[in-house]
Structure formats: C-alpha cells, structure tokens
C-alpha cells in the first residue's frame, strides 16, 4: 500500500485482497499516524469485501508527546487482529508476543500456528506473565520510556544543531526519520557511517522503497534505542561527524534539504 501524510492508503484494496497489516499508531517506517478518515475507510472496506486488517502494534508502549493513540481493534473486533509484542518492551530475541483474534479466526489461527511450528517456550510465556502480574512490566516500560524519550530529543536537538533540519515522524516508538535530498545522499551518509563505525539504515538503502525507485523520497531511518547507555553519547557524536562530514544542511525553507 502507499503511504502518505494520513498513513497508509487503502486505495488499493479490493474486494479479493483478504487482509491489510497495517500500523496505524507509529506507521513503519515513516511514523505517521493513520488519519481518523482513513481508520473509518479500512474499517468500511473489511466489513463490505469481508475482508480483515491485522492491526500490529508493535511500539504502542512508547509515545511521548502524551497523545496516546487508541487502537483500531476497537471499531470493528471481529474484522480486526490486534498483534503486539515485547520485541520493543524487552527484548526482540525473546520472541514473545500477543494476538487478540477474532472468534471466527481462533481455530485456523492456533492450527496455522501449530503447524508453522511457531510455539513459544511455556517457560518463557510464564516468566513474562509473571512479570507482568507483579506490576514489573510496567516498571520496566516506563523507566525506559523516559530514557527513549530523552534520547529523541537529544537526537532531534544534535540533528538540529547541525543540519538545521528536523526529524520527522510522531514522537513515538524507538526510531524517527531524516529526510534527505535523494537516495544517492542517504547511501553516501550510510557509507561514511560505516566508515567511522557507525551502522545506518535508510529507507533506499533498507528496502522500504516497493518497487525500488531511487527518485521516491530518501530519509536516514534512525534507531535510538539499541546503544547501551555508555555507548549512546558516543553514536550521537559519531552521526555528529558523518553529518558534518558529507555537509547536510537545511534548504532555504528550513525543513527539508
Ligand atoms: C513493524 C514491526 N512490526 C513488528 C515488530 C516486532 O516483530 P517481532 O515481534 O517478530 O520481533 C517490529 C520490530 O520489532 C516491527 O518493526
């Protein structure tokens, strides 16, 4: 699906597609929230074309500008999987999440599940309920809110500082956009990261671009949760100099280069 200023847009859907995914709280990557129109459009088009959206909410934990976005589930839940997970929360290598499934959908789901071979360790799923029964979860979620909180906007004022440019995307999740000028800007930003030790993602260079079109926008996909806390003063200083080095500046009209 393409995806715009409002997220993602159900324009091409029919009546045969059978189901959209769709991250309608922090759009992956461009951080955009789905618009309230466009919720009601891929609600009217599951229930006209009996088709179902996979809602997959996978950072709602971490929002931090106070707007909590409720979840789509909610206006439709026969037509809606809600899918979350601890992969953000906690931890990707633990592989633990959680499906919300229609009543219509529980039996093929838990036999695709079964035979894809996909179970999850009771050990695990246990300790995780435990955690969560003893109120450390949320302890957990809302320490680490804070650090995540703080190391956007530390990301967005070094950006700033340097490029006079500014991130994009809610303020939400573990990761924000840089818009670049074009796609050969964001591989020689990636390149010189590499070189001073530095691992960048974009949307070219990542693939996020179907199919890839390298005059399509280009923006750095920046994740700032992975450093460990004494690496983290270290990678801003590291994105400082690639760019500084490759001289990214704002254009005139101060957003976008
Ligand atoms: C868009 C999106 N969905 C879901 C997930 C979580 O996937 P998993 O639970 O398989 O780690 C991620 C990554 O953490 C993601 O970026």
């Given at each position: 699906m393409r995806v715009d200023e409002f997220g993602a847009d159900p324009a091409d859907l029919t009546p045969l597609t059978?189901?959209?995914?769709?991250?309608?709280?922090?759009?992956?990557?461009?951080?955009?929230?789905?618009?309230?129109?466009?919720?009601?459009?891929?609600?009217?088009?599951?229930?006209?074309?009996?088709?179902?959206?996979?809602?997959?909410?996978?950072?709602?934990?971490?929002?931090?500008?106070?707007?909590?976005?409720?979840?789509?589930?909610?206006l439709d839940p026969e037509r809606i999987v809600l899918a979350g997970s601890v992969?953000?929360?906690?931890?990707?290598?633990l592989r633990l999440g959680q499906l919300v499934v229609p009543p219509t959908l529980r039996v093929p789901v838990?036999?695709?599940?079964?035979?894809?071979?996909?179970g999850v360790s009771v050990i695990e799923q246990l300790t995780l309920a435990d955690l969560v029964a003893r109120g450390d979860y949320d302890r957990h979620v809302r320490r680490v809110r804070t650090v995540y909180r703080?190391?956007?906007?530390?990301?967005?004022?070094?950006?700033?500082?340097?490029?006079?440019?500014?991130?994009?995307g809610a303020a939400a999740g573990l990761h924000a956009l840089l818009p670049l000028p074009s796609a050969e800007y964001?591989?020689?930003?990636?390149?010189?990261g590499e070189y001073v030790g530095l691992r960048l993602h974009g949307l070219h260079a990542s693939g996020y671009r179907h199919p890839p079109d390298t005059s399509a926008p280009a923006a750095l996909v920046l994740g700032y949760a992975t450093p460990a806390p004494h690496a983290w003063g270290q990678a801003l200083d590291l994105l400082g100099e690639v760019l500084e080095a490759e001289g990214l500046r704002a254009g005139p009209r101060g957003t976008r280069p």
């Open positions: 059978g189901a959209a995914l769709l991250t309608p709280a922090h759009q992956h990557p461009s951080g955009v929230v789905l618009s309230p129109a466009r919720r009601g459009e891929f609600v009217a088009w599951a229930e006209c074309c009996d088709g179902f959206l996979i809602e997959d909410d996978y950072d709602g934990e971490f929002r931090y500008d106070g707007r909590p976005v409720g979840a789509l589930q909610a992969s953000k929360s906690l931890a990707p290598g838990t036999a695709a599940m079964r035979e894809s071979g996909g703080r190391r956007r906007a530390e990301l967005a004022d070094r950006v700033g500082a340097l490029t006079g440019l500014r991130l994009v964001e591989r020689r930003l990636i390149s010189t």
